[in-house]
């Protein structure tokens, strides 16, 4: 197998779609839709009626809103808008995905191959999410500078989805051996 297959490379069975010519990963699909509407859904319960004193789903939107700005006031300009809402999206969906990952029971619902699991399980997740940071950032560099930006981060976040691939395997392997190892009996 050469370079140019390595997009045909597939560890277990997944769930696939066909939408128009495109093969749709739809176990992806399927979580992401989940953890959008509970965003989506809480958030609009949460802040439709805005109290003074607030209730505690109130609190935290407005919390993680105030930290997210936080963030982007020390990394980006105050009048970043786009960055900020980047920045808010990524972290609402990480945070949710993950969360999802914890808390619902993906494993009970049949699929007629592969399994459900929290969106972030799956690295197109990740990837989509960082090539919306990459478009956002040339874009930021664009408008702000009238060019494109140093192509010396490209390289950096290539090793960076790397790393954290590998960080996230080393993570996984280590806690299914620890959980292997206490569920056996004794010899």
């Not at 490379?9 to 992401?32: C, D, K, M, N, R």
Request: proline share 4%; aromatic share 12%; hydrophobic share 50%.
């Amino acid at each position: 197998m050469g370079y140019t297959n390595i997009s045909g490379v597939e560890v277990g069975q997944h769930f696939y779609w066909q939408i128009g010519g495109f093969q749709v990963h739809a176990q992806v699909l399927i979580t992401s839709w989940v953890v959008i509407a509970i965003l989506l859904g809480s958030a609009t319960l949460v802040v439709r009626n805005p109290q003074t004193i607030p209730t505690d789903g109130q609190n935290f939107f407005e919390y993680v809103l105030e930290f997210i700005r936080d963030v982007s006031k020390t990394q980006m300009e105050k009048n970043m808008v786009l960055g900020f809402l980047l920045l808010e999206l990524c972290f609402y969906l990480f945070l949710f995905s993950n969360w999802s990952g914890a808390l619902l029971p993906w494993k009970i619902i049949q699929l007629p191959h592969g399994e459900l699991a929290a969106p972030t399980n799956d690295i197109n997740t990740t990837v989509a999410l960082a090539l919306l940071t990459s478009v956002a950032y040339f874009y930021a560099g664009l408008t702000k500078k009238g060019l494109v930006p140093s192509i010396v981060p490209i390289p950096v976040m290539f090793l960076g989805l790397f790393t954290s691939g590998i960080q996230a395997l080393i993570f996984a392997t280590l806690a299914a051996a620890y959980i292997g190892e206490s569920m056996e009996g004794h010899h």
